[in-house]
Every structure is written in C-alpha cells, then in structure tokens.
C-alpha cells in the first residue's frame, strides 16, 4: 500500500510548538480528506485533526483551539499546527488518509508516524 510521509516530530517543553507536515501524491491528495491520528503508550489510538479536500476542517475535543490544519495544494501536503503543547499529547502521530462518507471517515493510508515528546 502506498503511505504516506510524516515529518515534523520532535521533543518541546509544555507550552510550546511544532508543526507536522504529511505529504502524499497528487492523486491521492486531491481526492481524500487528510489528518492526524496519535497514540500514547498504553493508550489507544485516538483522532486528532482532519481536512476534506473541500477544505473542511474536524478537531478533538481536547485540541480545538489550539491546532490548525492545513493543505498545501502546491505541495500535496497537510501541516498540524500545535500550539500549546501539553505533557500528555506526548504520542506517535501517524499521518492518515481516505475518504469521508456516510458521516465516517475510512482510512486507507497510514503514515509509519512521528514522535511527539512534551516535556513538562
């Protein structure tokens, strides 16, 4: 399967930033919604952030506010802004894409994920 590419990981103090980027082909970019999944340690994986390819965003709960999602339409790729960063968001974060449908969003791809460390 093709999967995508995850960059942008890394370690941050509480409060602090990054950016994740995920780039995928053309193809693929125009015709999916694309975001961000995490999983912590001994937790679940849980959703994040999405973009349809209508520019429709989708936030968490526990991030709305303090993320962005973003597409790049020149360089088929999404970003995550993460402002405000908070110990317990320390993750894995897999870049996902597919299709929404029926209220549903179907995940086709996964990137192989970055770690995001948030040190308090």
């Known amino acids: 399967q093709v999967q995508p590419v995850e960059s942008g990981g890394g370690s941050v103090q509480a409060g602090g930033s990054l950016r994740l980027s995920c780039a995928t082909s053309?193809?693929?970019?125009?015709?999916?919604?694309m975001g961000w999944h995490r999983q912590a340690p001994g937790k679940q994986r849980e959703f994040v952030a999405s973009?349809?390819?209508?520019?429709?965003?989708y936030y968490a709960d526990s991030v709305e506010g303090r993320f962005t999602i973003s597409r790049d339409n020149a360089k088929n790729t999404v970003h995550l802004q993460m402002n405000s960063l908070k110990p317990e968001e320390t993750a894995v974060y897999y870049c996902?894409?597919?299709?929404?449908?029926?209220?549903?969003?179907?995940?086709?791809?996964w990137g192989h994920g970055t770690q995001v460390t948030v040190s308090s």
């Open positions: 973009i349809s390819s209508g520019g429709s965003t």
């Open positions: 053309e193809r693929i970019f125009s015709r999916n919604t």
């Open positions: 996902a894409i597919g299709r929404r449908r029926l209220g549903t969003w179907a995940i086709d791809y």
